[in-house]
């Protein structure tokens, strides 16, 4: 079984400037989530969506960042303009619809090292 | 305010000794817990979930304990080998019935041959 596709796995860009990430999550998978990992801490979890819609995007930053899931499968990230605290790993999951006793399992992608100068 | 702690200083153990990591939590009542494994460059690998009612998971070398009174859970990695040296993340839910998953910061884990 495929794993949770993401790219680029690295990009360095100039502050001010705007990026996009993109995820293909596993094949069935209802629930993507964007989790931002700065270094030495934790994911952070940005935007959750279920299917096509948002189900929680508390976390993220929405004067300059923002997240599509097109047809419930594919997803992209942008951030624009950037700021030098974005330097981060941004990494995509995915997992069956954890509602109605689903699987609380979350499968990660390689994750995006951002660095912003 | 809500938090989830994980020992931050690195747990250095040898080889075959059983490795422990905690991961306390305050202010969230959370359905269930999970453990993650992560190393350098990737992205985390599901290890184990334990759920509010179960008090203890077993999976190979793994064990995972929940106590909800306390508010911790211990992860376990017995017979340790080389090949477990890793950051174990802890992750629980917000026990609000939202699904939203709360991370920890994660210990790293050497184990010396």
């Known amino acids: 079984e495929a794993g949770v596709a993401q790219s680029p796995r690295y990009k360095i860009i100039e502050k001010r400037q705007s990026v996009a990430f993109w995820c293909n999550p596993i094949s069935g998978h209802a629930t993507l989530y964007w989790y931002q990992q700065i270094l030495g801490q934790g994911p952070k979890l940005l935007i959750q969506f279920q299917n096509n819609g948002v189900v929680d995007d508390s976390q993220l930053p929405k004067d300059r960042f923002s997240a599509e899931r097109l047809k419930g499968v594919d997803s992209t990230l942008k951030i624009q303009p950037a700021k030098l605290e974005d330097s981060a790993v941004y990494l995509c999951a995915s997992s069956l619809d954890p509602t109605g006793g689903g699987s609380y399992e979350q499968y990660f992608g390689p994750g995006t090292r951002l660095t912003v100068t | 305010s809500q938090k989830i702690e994980q020992n931050s200083e690195a747990l250095n153990i040898q080889e075959g000794k059983t490795a422990t990591l905690t991961c306390n939590y305050t202010?969230?009542?959370?359905?269930?817990l999970q453990w993650y494994r992560q190393d350098p460059g990737r992205g985390p690998v599901f290890l184990l979930l334990?759920?509010?009612?179960?008090k203890e998971k077993r999976k190979e070398r793994l064990k995972v304990t929940f106590d909800t009174t306390l508010k911790q859970s211990l992860f376990h990695i017995t017979a340790s080998q080389p090949a477990d040296s890793a950051t174990y993340l802890c992750?629980?839910?917000?026990?609000?019935?939202?699904?939203?998953?709360?991370f920890g910061a994660g210990t790293r884990l050497f184990v010396k041959a």
């Open positions: 334990i759920r509010e009612n179960e």
């Open positions: 992750a629980l839910d917000k026990g609000d019935g939202g699904f939203k998953t709360i």
């Open positions: 202010n969230y009542s959370p359905a269930y």
